[in-house]
């Protein structure tokens, strides 16, 4: 069985490793010159570093260098997936600076044909087949930068409005009066560096978000309170189970007490108040849609002037003022700007589908409609990969390239299709009264994370034993626990279908 995988960040890299290691043939297109994905040099913005600390943000079966620091910075994570690719030899299969132009299927039985191309060329130069395709081009790949009014005038004026992503080299903001748009991870992390050289560093924030000190009380490390399955208990699931039950029931007041006094600290400790950037709401609105942890010295160059925030406010127009380019806001005013730089956000759609099969794929407000975050269904031959963000993203990448493995080897047993499709309509009902519709389509799974691997590795019956469960309960995941469940998966589907020879074209035994 031919596969194709298009993207080379953890999703399609971890993807390629499995379905090699179990038996397939496997090729991956990636339009960047690097693997990567978000961590490739070509996305890559100044001060962009990991949220995880290294010890919780890897792959099961290689750790972060020891060398690194706690938390690594983008070069170093991309320099990590490199030797991923070399540990487990998948530069063989790797196709970068090729772009998949489209990817069309032909029938049930016949698998996909894929126009690819060299990136930044018009015209598909080659066309090939493939019986399956996982498609990892990444949650966070195309930025969503907003259409402001006046943006021609703007940039006549010499202004310069890009993405977080887009924004590569500091001196161009040296000595520059520049707007940040956006209060998450990227608006923040990059105004940083750019504090160090601008004129003047201004950040936008529509809505503030809540933030996580990295050291609570400058001596717990957050990976105790939010890496652990009691972390992730201390917020409401779907479905509750065990002590989840007990915390938000009888405990409630007790789980609301630790979560208030978590906002506590880190609103002292942050000078939240001081600064006049409290959040609306409560500390446990953090597990809306994605948990932002603050970035170092982001507040104290607030505190010092050298960042200033402008609470509750949008762009409104760019303009040019006194022959210099400029942005109002709401309430009116009136900023310097020679370069506005937005952490606003991503669209999530599959840009080598046509309409109709996107309308096959999702819902009407646009969600993707994904049985475990993986398998679409009713569209043949099809799987995603990395469509489930998280807390631990190259491990949940992994255990669900572990479950396609699986799948494709014909060793689950699925509910019908009319149950899987009753299940992903409840769940993303579910995410979008939690979230306010924040949830990336239906791909962010954040703050539940475990949660998601248990329903992946539990359908396989390859979760881990209730002894290593437990301790992460106390203490933070270990992905290395998991290095096992590939070899696991292999040996218990080998009495199943040949891999490369049947691929089940609708649910492999569909009996539940």
Not at 290 to 308: N, P, W, Y
Not at 412 to 436: C, K, Q, S, Y
Request: charged share 20%; with cysteine.
């Amino acid at each position: 069985m031919r596969i194709a995988v298009v993207g080379a960040g953890f999703a399609g890299l971890s993807a390629a490793k499995v379905l090699r290691q179990s038996g397939f043939d496997v090729t991956v297109f990636e339009k960047a010159p690097d693997v990567g994905g978000v961590w490739s040099r070509t996305r890559r913005y100044p001060g962009l570093h990991t949220q995880n600390d290294k010890g919780t943000y890897h792959l099961s079966d290689l750790p972060m260098p020891a060398h690194y620091p706690q938390w690594p910075s983008g070069e170093q994570v991309q320099e990590y997936l490199e030797s991923y690719v070399e540990k487990f030899g998948l530069a063989t299969v790797l196709r970068l600076s090729t772009e998949v132009a489209s990817a069309e299927l032909v029938n049930d039985e016949t698998g996909w044909l894929i126009a690819s191309r060299p990136a930044g060329a018009r015209d598909p130069v080659t066309v090939e087949r493939y019986d399956h395709l996982i498609v990892a081009n990444g949650i966070f790949s195309d930025p969503l930068v907003p259409s402001f009014d006046g943006h021609a005038t703007f940039a006549a004026a010499g202004g310069r409005v890009l993405a977080a992503g887009e924004f590569h080299d500091i001196e161009a903001a040296r000595g520059r009066n520049v707007l940040v748009v956006g209060y998450g991870k990227s608006s923040c992390d990059v105004a940083i560096p750019l504090s160090d050289v601008a004129a003047q560093t201004h950040v936008v924030a529509r809505e503030l978000l809540w933030k996580m000190p990295r050291k609570l009380g400058g001596a717990l490390n957050y990976k105790y309170l939010l890496l652990t399955r009691m972390g992730e208990a201390l917020f409401r699931y779907l479905n509750l189970k065990g002590f989840e039950r007990f915390l938000h029931g009888p405990g409630n007041g007790l789980r609301r007490r630790m979560v208030d006094s978590v906002g506590s600290v880190a609103t002292r400790q942050l000078k939240l108040r001081e600064l006049g950037l409290v959040p609306n709401g409560s500390f446990e609105d953090i597990a809306r849609s994605t948990v932002s942890l603050a970035t170092e010295g982001f507040f104290e160059r607030v505190t010092d002037g050298r960042i200033t925030v402008h609470r509750d406010q949008v762009i409104k127009e760019l303009l040019v003022d006194g022959g210099r380019p400029a942005a109002r806001l709401a309430d009116g005013t009136v900023l310097a700007a020679d370069l506005v730089i937005c952490g606003t956000g991503f669209r999530q759609h599959v840009p080598f589908f046509d309409d109709a099969l996107h309308a096959r794929l999702q819902d009407e407000a646009g969600n993707f409609m994904l049985y475990r975050q993986i398998l679409p269904i009713g569209v043949p031959r099809l799987t995603f990969a990395g469509y489930n963000s998280s807390f631990f993203s190259p491990l949940s990448a992994e255990m669900a390239a572990v479950w396609t493995a699986a799948y494709l080897r014909g060793g689950i047993d699925l509910p019908t299709e009319g149950r899987m499709r009753d299940e992903v309509h409840t769940r993303l009902a579910w995410m979008a009264a939690r979230t306010n519709g924040r949830h990336a389509r239906g791909t962010n799974i954040i703050p539940f994370s475990m949660h998601n691997i248990d329903e992946v590795l539990n359908e396989l019956g390859l979760n881990l034993g209730p002894l290593t469960r437990a301790r992460q309960w106390l203490f933070p995941v270990d992905p290395r626990s998991y290095r096992g469940v590939t070899a696991r998966m292999i040996r218990r589907s080998a009495d199943g279908d040949a891999a490369g020879q049947v691929e089940p074209t609708r649910p492999a035994r569909a009996t539940r």
